[in-house]
């Protein structure tokens, strides 16, 4: 035994003496560190793979009959910010006025009266309408004016004035009072949780700022008991605690909102906005919740991506548990850092 467990240490030992001289020679250079991850470890192959297959699917939809809402609304983001900037020059977007005018026509062949429909519209009216004169401003001008003119909904959705901020009712003294009382919960009544106040959640959620509005997830939400159960047992961090869970709600990143891999981490970053947002509205609405973590590891994210049937571009970014939380049940305190700790000046 003893000289068994002497071995399995030597090799140990000179196992972890390997790996550490390699990785000091692969982070030299770029192209040691590719080739590290290429021949001694897959850690960033599911990444790779669901970066290229969301490129695919953007690239797809540029030539598909259906609208490419995330180029869509991409570009209307980026016209609205030429509306308002200051001093704001007489043409502009003319680079790509052309690519958002023909996704907005696909639009509006494919989606009548939509919201997003009439946003893209009342932008694109603006922005015409004080635009000066150039060739292919011009000829897009001239083809929005024949199509079909959407109903102007007062006030329009184009760039208004900020307005001043002692119009505001929640003060800081009771966003800070919310951020106190939001905790992580674990502990739930076992009471179904309306669903009519879990969109009243996620409509606040959906507010969160996204680059580029393009707002690249969707909430996955399961109240069904089986389903819970199976969902919320995957996550390593939910042992012990994850069979009281009311409802689960799975964040899911879809890279092919992208048309390059510069943007591959703007799915955790808007999606984590969202998802603070969305944490934020359930204590208003007397619901509780507890944000989990999700690694990246294969076994695990397989098991995710064959019971949310999920494509190889779409990645679960966290998990959110939610119900009504049982005043018996304990929370950690978890004392935050200090200011003098987080914040830097300059």
Not at 14 to 26: G, Q, W
């Amino acid at each position: 035994m003893s000289i068994n467990l002497s071995k399995n240490s030597v090799k140990s030992a000179i196992k972890n003496t390997s790996e550490k001289y390699i990785l000091r020679v692969a982070v030299r250079s770029r192209f040691l560190s590719s080739l590290y991850y290429t021949v001694f470890s897959e850690a960033f192959g599911r990444e790779n793979q669901a970066c290229i297959y969301g490129k695919i699917l953007y690239q797809e939809s540029l030539n598909s009959k259906d609208h490419n809402s995330y180029l869509l609304r991409r570009n209307i983001h980026r016209i609205e910010k030429g509306i308002l900037m200051r001093p704001r020059r007489s043409i502009f977007a003319s680079d790509y006025i052309e690519e958002t005018f023909q996704a907005y026509k696909k639009s509006l062949l494919n989606n009548k009266d939509c919201e997003e429909l009439g946003w893209a519209h009342d932008v694109l009216s603006e922005y015409f309408s004080i635009t000066g004169t150039e060739v292919n401003i011009d000829k897009c001008r001239q083809e929005f004016l024949k199509l079909e003119s959407l109903k102007v909904i007062n006030p329009p959705k184009i760039p208004y004035k900020r307005g001043n901020l002692d119009q505001f009712s929640v003060d800081y003294k009771a966003l800070l009072d919310l951020s106190i009382q939001r905790r992580s919960v674990r502990w739930y009544l076992q009471k179904p949780v309306p669903r009519d106040l879990i969109d009243q959640a996620i409509t606040v959620a959906a507010l969160a700022p996204s680059a580029c509005n393009r707002q690249p997830f969707e909430f996955r939400v399961f109240d069904d008991p089986d389903l819970v159960r199976q969902i919320s047992s995957i996550p390593m961090g939910t042992k012990g605690f994850h069979e009281n869970f009311p409802a689960v709600i799975v964040v899911v990143g879809k890279l092919r909102a992208y048309f390059s891999e510069r943007d591959r981490h703007i799915i955790y970053i808007d999606a984590s906005l969202a998802s603070m947002a969305l944490m934020y509205a359930f204590e208003t609405l007397g619901l509780s919740s507890c944000p989990i973590n999700w690694p990246d590891i294969e076994s695990k994210e397989e098991q995710m991506a064959d019971l949310l049937n999920l494509q190889l571009d779409e990645r679960p970014v966290m998990l959110i548990s939610l119900g009504y939380p049982d005043p018996t049940g304990m929370i950690a305190y978890s004392q935050k850092k200090s200011l003098s700790q987080i914040r830097k000046f300059n």
